[in-house]
């Protein structure tokens, strides 16, 4: 035991048990309630009273700290859980609040062809009741999203239950403008001004860097297309998509170094830098990694005044125990925590790493190079593994490919959001020299994201991330050990040499002969049908997003789609359009007699005419060939359309597939009506495999499903959708009639196969069917 006790006795330790306690009494008040927070008080005490003899400084910083956190945090925690406003939540009244917006609001995409806010049609937003209780908001973009922190609003809506573990007392679902909108404090108005400029200016360059740069700079995420938001997740890049500690180092070391060459003294360059801190924590927001890096370069900075350079560490612990004293909800934030983590990797960890490989002959920029984001990935990777389930192969390799070009973009990004502001020339030419090291960004995040196996799948919440720390302590106990260490690596070897070949070089997906494959799209529909041409296929809809779609695609190794067929014109059927078409090389597309929603059918000719692609409109009765498969169409008939949802589902395309597994039936959304009318013509709806209509929806006859009997059931449908879908009731009615039901939000991509003997089916992940 006497490792423990020499790391507390360290100087540079001594406020690291006091921050820990403060975090762990307000991770628990808000975990559980208010009188916890005492509780762990006692028991944080008692700690140090007991270690007050082995380590005195750690000790006393933790006995003064406890009662002090018990004190400050338990009274806001009580009045949280004792709010009036909670109990008029569970009643679900409406009301009319007076409030004061506490932070940007954060734009909620919609899917596909409805962002018709810039991809946002509704925000959160918190804000404070005059009480100092915290409301979370729910409400449309327009005229929402352009509240400012500070602003006084008054807000009429619906009370809903607050989640469990936050201080919010409860959510107000908004569904009109604000009214009494009061003015927005002046340096909010001017942070804003320059947001706006480093937006406006982006506009030079090509969608994907223009939406990237703004969100590397100040964590404007609005602009980041779909596609880019999912490479930067899967590559481990996601970091630079929100304001970190990492940007507000750039730009006041970028300022010290300005002022040193200059001359300044200490003073000077300690009070220039306070400037920049200040002005870009006002310019990116109260993000809780901002507000940790400001305390900590805060602390820091004072201590280059005073002439008393020391340890990061002290600053980092000192900061912790500020801030959540100061916002108790960022014990639970998971910003907080990952900026937290990184950090405290990078001061106990990283310079030891690289120390290490400079011993043994690694050059020191290399070294540290290599350090750094090793130090980080692993410190940060049990809490990225709890919040996405995921844990990042090649995030190591990507942040070492892009560190050099981060620290330029982000200081031309700042200089380029300044320059706006008296010269708008000024600001694109900035804006124009930080494009490269953003489209190298983009490239990057592509590349890694596309290796295969970039992720794997891990168990979420705080039983993976648990998990995933158990698994890296033990493996550096381990690797710690020389005589276990060759037998560790060589298992490691030995585990990679047997997953490579099966999931790389031969990977189970996608099965040999595939003919039909529901992609896993989410709330959505996106059917593939295979030709006898190697890496050609018909796609029908392209669900909500594109990220799914393409993923689906490029899984199949699908390069070539002779002709995207939309089944109808809602943003669940359409959304990848674009991608696609960008993507892919697509023969044409193809859509039935209707042309509503009116918004949707602009956007859909606006995108085919930009990519050059002719649009076809199908009429029942025509046949359209490939080699190896027919599409044969048996509705609807034309007629004028509605805009209801209901009419323009009963206006889908219905499309019988001959494949060679066999007789498909693809239905679009088809409700009864429609339903109706295909058994009243007297169409033969007989097939093998059914898409089932409308993503499982109750709205499916029996007469119908006895007029397809099909032998395959494909449900695409989302999971956790708030529509019910898939409706149990269809489920039961299909497994009567001997259907074997493949659910994409259960089973993912799901493949009919042909070429065999019987209906053959083989969902993504299984062992290869025999």
Known sequence: MAVPWKALADPRAHLVPAALAVWLVALCGLRWTWWVVIAVAVVATALALVLLRRCRPAALALLVTSPIAACWLSPPLHAA?????????????????????????RGLRSTGFAAKQGGVDSVLLRAELDDGGQVLLLAPAKRWRDLLPGQPVT?????????????????????????????APVWQRAAESLRAGLREASTVLDPEPAGLLPALVVGDTEGVLPRVDHEFHTSGLSHLLAVSGANLAILCGAVLL?????????????????????????????????????????????????????????????????LVLHDPALAVAPGFGL???????????????????????????????????????????????????????????????????????????????????????????????????????????????????????????????????????VGWALLRLKRVRALLVALVL??????????VVAPRWPPPGWSVVACDVGQGDAVLLATAERGRAVLVDTGPDPVPVLGCLRRL???????????HLHADHIGGLAEVLAEREVGAVAVGPARVPGWAWAEVVARTRSAGVAVLELTTGQRLDWPGLRLEVLGPRAGPVEEANTAVNNASLVLRATTAAGRVLLTGDVELAAQAELLDGGVDLRADVLKVPHHGARAT???????????????????????????????????????????????????????GPGTRVARRGDPLPP
């Open 339 to 473: 900026s937290v983590a990184a950090t405290a990797a990078l001061v106990l960890l990283a310079p030891r790493w690289a120390e290490a490989m400079r011993c043994r002959g690694v050059p020191r920029g290399i070294a540290e190079a290599l350090a750094v984001p090793v130090a980080a990935h692993l410190a940060t990777a049990p809490l990225v593994a709890g919040l996405s389930g995921e844990v990042s192969l090649v995030a190591v390799l990507a942040n070492l490919v892009v560190a050099p070009v981060v620290a330029p973009a982000t200081v031309l990004g700042v200089a380029a959001a300044v320059l706006a502001q008296v010269h708008d020339g000024a600001a694109r030419l900035a804006v124009r020299l930080a494009g490269p090291e953003v489209s190298w960004l983009v490239a990057v995040a592509r590349w890694a994201s596309g290796v295969p196996g970039a992720s794997v799948r891990w168990p979420g919440g705080w039983t993976g991330g648990a998990l995933l720390a158990v698994a890296l302590v």
């Open 155 to 183: 807000a009429r809506g619906a009370l809903a239950l607050a989640r469990e573990g936050e201080l919010t007392v409860a959510l107000l679902r908004v569904r009109g403008p604000p009214s009494e909108v009061g003015p």
């Open 557 to 567: 190794g699908v390069r070539r789609i002779p002709l995207v067929v939309l089944s």
């Open 701 to 755: 006859s029996p007469a119908f499903l006895d007029a397809v009997r099909p032998s395959v059931a494909l449900v695409s449908v989302g999971a956790g959708n708030r529509y019910g879908h898939p409706s149990g009731a269809l489920l039961d009615a299909l497994a009567r009639r001997g259907a074997l039901v493949l659910r994409t939000d259960r089973d993912g991509d799901t493949a009919v196969l042909g070429g």
């Open 81 to 105: 859980e004792h709010h009036p406003l909670r109990a008029a939540a569970t009643r679900a009244e409406v009301v009319e609040l007076r409030l004061e917006v506490v932070d940007r609001p």
């Open 494 to 503: 030995g585990v990679g040499l047997v997953l490579v070949p099966l999931d």
């Open 258 to 322: 300005v002022l040193r060459v200059v001359g300044a003294g200490p003073r000077t360059c300690a009070a220039g830098a306070m400037a920049a801190l200040v002005g870009f924590v006002v310019l990116a927001g109260a993000e809780p990694s901002v507000l940790r890096a400001a305390v900590m370069g805060a602390i820091a900075l004072l201590a280059l005044v005073l002439g008393r350079e020391r340890s990061a560490l002290p600053a980092l612990a000192a900061s912790v125990v500020l």
